[in-house]
């Protein structure tokens, strides 16, 4: 089956061509370790996992590179504000290596409760400042590069291409102009490759270049690292829509700048933003929801990540507690649903490759990564008249992209997780029924029903399952 995907450089949905037939190199915007990843930033992600999982499923060997920032990257996109990374050692008093280690360890963690599957390469910009030097001087060598304040910037007025990913032109960058002035720069749109001269004394994160003892901008780093795990040209690069005007477009300017070779990537995937009607989701704010607040709260991560699947990627989702505890009751039904499909069915029945429930789930994902269609299909596809083993092997068929662990009930409860407040009652009734207080061993059979649990006796005790 043919892939087709937006591709924002195009403007259009394209069917998927790679470098090398059944290869897919993927390079994925990682995240900038001064504080932990919100839950819009690990939509993104969610994105990006699902577009791996589906290239997978069709059959792509993919490589799959994601960075880790941890210097460079200032408070604005543009060229303005202090590094992040600075601003945490300041307000945790910790070095900056502790600070990269213990985000990029929470982030780990909360990729990981999102089941997104972990990168092949995840490469830190620390390891890879030598890279970063050797791509500015092949800029310096092209003419693309100059050195102004001690500082080095790009020429943006020296790549014909500047603006093409976002639309815009040189013009139209000057009319909206906004940023702050640097007397160095040429154009306010350069951007800075090198920093020797920084506003702040004690810049901490410093190495030596032939410039001068200094550190990379922001931009040069994803260019740097995508090229040394992926070659000079590769498949996808993704990120959030925000990335477009700014870092993106200089990532083309420095890729395609230094290697004289267009384009630098085949297709360019955006994914949008999840919004709240509050500030929430701005880390600057110093407030706003992880993963570890939804935890905190009682949700499933599963359940945020099923809220994504609802929504299509290349449209804003509204975040609210209303829409999460829906998406978790959806969650938590389709558990039970399988939990029953496997006690009716034992073994699941593999599907055969053109099974017309799994062609057409895959055709919606191949079809600019339609998850939502392709959830309304696994909907449908339970409420089919069809012998339940073939049902289960086509709900594990889907959750292979989907990643919700559709068997965890049965986990959980193997692994002896019954809540507490149910054991006590099997206890309880137990007793009762040593004591023969009938009625008193069926109140508590009631109970425990009412939580959600059956009680069975055996010769070996009480066996508990979930109904
Ligand atoms: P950062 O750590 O700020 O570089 O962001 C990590 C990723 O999250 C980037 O791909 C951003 O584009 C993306 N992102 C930032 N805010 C949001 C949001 N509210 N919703 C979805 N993605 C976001
Ligand atoms: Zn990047």
Not at 412 to 417: D, Q
Not at 424 to 440: F, I, L, Q, T, Y
Request: charged share 25%.
């Amino acid at each position: 089956m043919t892939i087709a995907l937006y591709n924002t450089m195009s403007r259009k949905i394209e069917p998927l061509e790679t470098i090398q037939p059944g290869r897919v190199g993927m390079y994925c915007c990682g995240p900038t370790v001064y504080n932990f990843a919100h839950i819009g930033n690990m939509r993104t992600y969610i994105f990006e996992d699902i577009l791996r999982r589906s290239l997978e499923a069709a059959g792509y060997a993919v490589l799959h590179v994601m960075n880790i920032t941890d210097v460079g990257h200032l408070t604005s996109d543009a060229d303005e504000g202090e590094d992040k990374m600075i601003l945490a050692m300041r307000r945790e008093g910790k070095t900056a290596h502790d600070i990269a280690d213990f985000y990029t360890d929470a982030f780990m963690r909360h990729a990981q409760a999102l089941n997104i599957l972990r990168p092949h390469e995840c490469p830190r910009a620390t390891d890879h400042i030598g890279d970063m030097i050797d791509m500015i001087r092949r800029l310096e060598e092209k003419g693309l590069a100059y050195s102004a304040g001690g500082n080095v910037y790009y020429d943006i007025a020296r790549f014909t291409d500047y603006g093409k990913l976002a639309g815009t032109d040189r013009e139209s960058l000057r009319a909206g102009a906004r940023i702050e002035v640097d007397r160095n720069k040429r154009s306010p749109h350069d951007f800075a490759l090198w920093f020797t001269q920084s506003k702040f004394e004690d810049q901490e994160m410093t190495w030596e270049s032939p410039w001068g003892r200094g550190y990379p901008g922001w931009h040069i780093e994803c260019s740097a690292m995508s090229m040394c795990y992926l070659g000079e040209q590769f498949d996808i690069h993704c990120g959030g829509i925000d990335h477009v005007p700014v870092h993106h477009t200089n990532e083309i300017a420095q890729s395609e700048g230094a290697t004289g070779q267009s384009p630098w990537v085949k297709t360019w995937l955006h994914g949008e933003f999840l919004v709240t009607d509050s500030a929430k989701m701005s880390k600057s704010s110093g407030e706003f929801t992880t993963i570890d607040t939804l935890i905190e709260r009682g949700y499933d991560p599963l359940a945020y990540r099923y809220l994504c699947l609802g929504g299509h990627y290349r449209q804003q989702l509204g975040f609210s507690y209303e829409a999460l505890d829906g998406a978790a009751n959806g969650l938590e039904s389709l558990r039970r649903i399988v939990l029953n499909l496997k006690q009716k069915a034992g073994a699941p029945t593999a599907p055969a490759a053109d099974h017309p429930r799994l062609r057409e789930f895959q055709g919606h994902l191949a079809d600019d990564l339609n998850m939502p269609r392709a959830l309304a299909t696994v909907w449908t596809t339970l409420k089919e008249p069809i012998p339940d083993s073939e049902k289960l092997g086509l709900v594990y068929a889907f959750d292979a992209i989907m990643g919700l662990d559709l068997d965890a009930l049965e986990e959980k409860e193997r692994a002896g997780e019954v809540p507490s407040e149910v054991m006590e009652r099997v206890a309880k009734r137990a007793e009762a029924r040593n004591a023969r207080d009938w009625a008193e061993a069926d109140r508590l059979r009631d109970e425990i029903a009412a939580l959600g649990y059956t009680v069975k006796d055996t010769p070996d005790g009480a066996q508990v399952s979930a109904i």
